[in-house]
């Protein structure tokens, strides 16, 4: 202290040793502590005898890892790749339909339930084409998601047709769902006419009034089309100008003929009635025309294989069955057909297809799912995939869903060589389906199906390992999802297509389901049963010991 002032003396240590150090550590602590202690002062004498002040300044407390300071606070990101990311941070998820729609299993990537409509996808212009191709080898459960998915959008009031029904496979379904079977083949009493008018819509593809002459123009053009497309199935090949004005003269003559049938009663026309009219046309032609004589004694004879021939009984009458647009699911079980030649499987499938379309474009009737199991077989020409593109194409108009089943992409290929006609098709069906579905695929396939639907390598290797009932999902051009198919226990029976191989090898019950969340609904259904017995059981154990101490 000093003697003249009285005032404390601070004095500075010059030095290097360690006590110099200190003793700087040690005032630079001492100055700090007598600032906070003169704030404090200062606040207590603001604040009065009253209320107390604020314990802190403006910038809060100065204490050491408080915050404090000129520095801004900076997150750092933590570098990972993508595989641990998505195993390590369970809220990150992918992509979601929302749940408009039907179950139809569980989404593994997100974890949470897989719900589809593809009218409500449409309507919100996730896909711009109402089409869905499902792949997968045998053995992947293909058309049991087909079918899953078809029943449980006929539970929402939606139709279903399944245009040929080669294996007999959803004749169960449509049976469980209260609909119509029309069994074709060999040796059976059901006919199918391919001319039938079909059920008139009462407006057209562009919205206006159908009238009687707008819609004998839409008949004719349908039965024309089909004519010349059996012709060049049975010829195996594609016809002359000549033919193909025999056949239209034909039909035109027999349309307006208005046949009528033994009972006198008016008819449609049926091929009959066609190949009656190419002998009139070859026997009154010889000399005046013998070019179109000759073209329609060539197709006369070519038509009488399926009113005498090993087709006879299929589609040369009047159809037996009246089909009911109205009805919630109707088949054609085309499986009596067994191994017969493939030209009379073609021509079967062209008719009982066209059949089918001519009923099904009825507007009125509802939205509709039409399936086409084993698509392949409708795809092996020009005129099949003539027929597919067309009827894609009116989809939008008729509110129809088509979902195409195929063992693997190059099914495509059968339609024909690479850069052909066939084959540009044959693609564009490929680009019109938005949604596509792809179970496991073997390594001979994988290759082709990266190329064409763009499939990642991570995606690639999921679609080699992925287990029965479990499928890669592409909808839209951005979307990707990876479904489990979710059976319930009332389901499994009707979707089991190794159901007649295990009758045949003595087991009574059906397939043990794949999926481990099969499983577990099978488990809880069989507990809900017992546990629904146990009550049962245990009521009447009541009821007769009341009855007892009566």
């Not at 046309?281 to 009488?304: C, D, F, V, W």
């Not at 030649?341 to 062209?350: C, E, G």
Request: hydrophobic content about 40%; charged content about 25%; overall charge negative.
């Amino acid at each position: 202290m000093s003697m003249e002032t009285g005032r404390p003396v601070h004095r500075t240590v010059f030095g290097d040793g360690p006590a110099t150090g200190r003793a700087a550590r040690k005032e630079r602590k001492r100055l700090r502590e007598l600032s906070r202690l003169q704030a404090a002062t200062k606040r207590k004498k603001a604040s009065g005898p009253g209320l107390p002040g604020p314990a802190y300044g403006e910038g809060g407390s100065t204490a050491p890892a408080q915050g404090w300071g000129l520095r801004r606070l900076k997150v750092q990101g933590v570098p990972t790749t993508a595989h641990l990311a998505a195993t390590t941070m369970p809220w990150v998820a992918g992509p979601s339909l929302g749940s408009d729609g039907v179950l139809v299993g569980d989404d593994l990537n997100g974890g949470g339930a897989f719900c589809i409509d593809p009218w409500e996808l449409y309507e919100r212009k996730i896909i711009t084409a109402p089409a869905a191709m499902i792949f997968g080898t045998v053995g992947t459960r293909k058309s049991t998601l087909a079918k899953c998915w078809a029943m449980r959008l006929v539970l929402t009031g939606r139709k279903l047709s399944v245009t040929s029904d080669v294996k007999g496979e959803w004749t169960p379904v449509i049976e469980a769902l209260g609909g119509q079977v029309i069994k074709l083949g060999p040796g059976l009493n059901t006919r199918v006419n391919p001319l039938d008018e079909g059920v008139r819509p009462s407006l057209t593809e562009d919205g206006e009034v159908m009238t009687e002459e707008k819609w004998a123009e839409m008949v004719r053009s349908r039965r024309l089309t089909l004519m010349n497309r059996i012709v060049r199935i049975l010829e195996e090949r594609k016809l002359t100008h000549a033919e193909i004005d025999v056949i239209r003269q034909a039909l035109d003559d027999a349309v307006d003929a208005e046949p009528v049938s033994a009972q006198g009663i008016p008819r449609t026309v049926i091929i009959p009635d066609i190949i009656d009219k190419l002998w009139g046309i070859y026997h009154g032609e010889q000399t005046s025309n013998p070019t179109r004589s000759e073209a329609a004694n060539g197709m006369a004879m070519t038509l009488r294989r399926l009113t005498t021939g090993d087709m006879k009984g299929m589609v040369d009458g009047e159809s037996t069955h009246v089909y009911d647009p109205f009805a919630t699911a109707v088949s054609l079980d085309t499986s009596a057909l067994g191994e017969a030649d493939q030209v009379l499987r073609n021509v079967i499938s062209a008719c009982s297809t066209t059949w089918t379309e001519s009923m099904i474009g009825f507007a009125e009737a509802g939205q509709r799912v039409v399936v086409n199991e084993e698509a392949w077989t409708e795809i092996t020409s020009e005129d099949d995939l003539a027929a597919k593109v067309r009827f894609f194409k009116l989809a939008r108009t008729y509110g129809i869903f088509n979902i195409l089943i195929l063992h693997k992409l190059t099914d495509l290929d059968i339609a024909g060589d690479a850069g052909s006609k066939e084959a540009a098709m044959a693609r564009g069906l490929l680009a019109e389906a938005d949604i596509k579905i792809i179970h496991k695929q073997d390594a001979s396939a994988l290759t082709r199906t990266m190329s064409e639907l763009e499939i990642s390598e991570r995606e690639r290797t999921l679609l080699k390992d992925l287990e029965p009932g479990v499928a890669l999902w592409r909808i839209g051009s951005k979307m990707s999802f990876q479904v489990a198919t979710r059976r319930t226990a009332a389901e499994v029976p009707l979707t089991d297509t190794d159901q007649r191989m295990n009758f045949a090898a003595g087991t009574d019950e059906p397939e043990t389901p794949a999926t481990g969340v099969e499983t577990r609904q099978h488990d809880e259904d069989e507990a809900l049963v017992d546990a629904e017995m146990a009550a049962a059981g245990r009521g009447a154990e009541t009821a007769a010991g009341q009855e007892d101490a009566a």
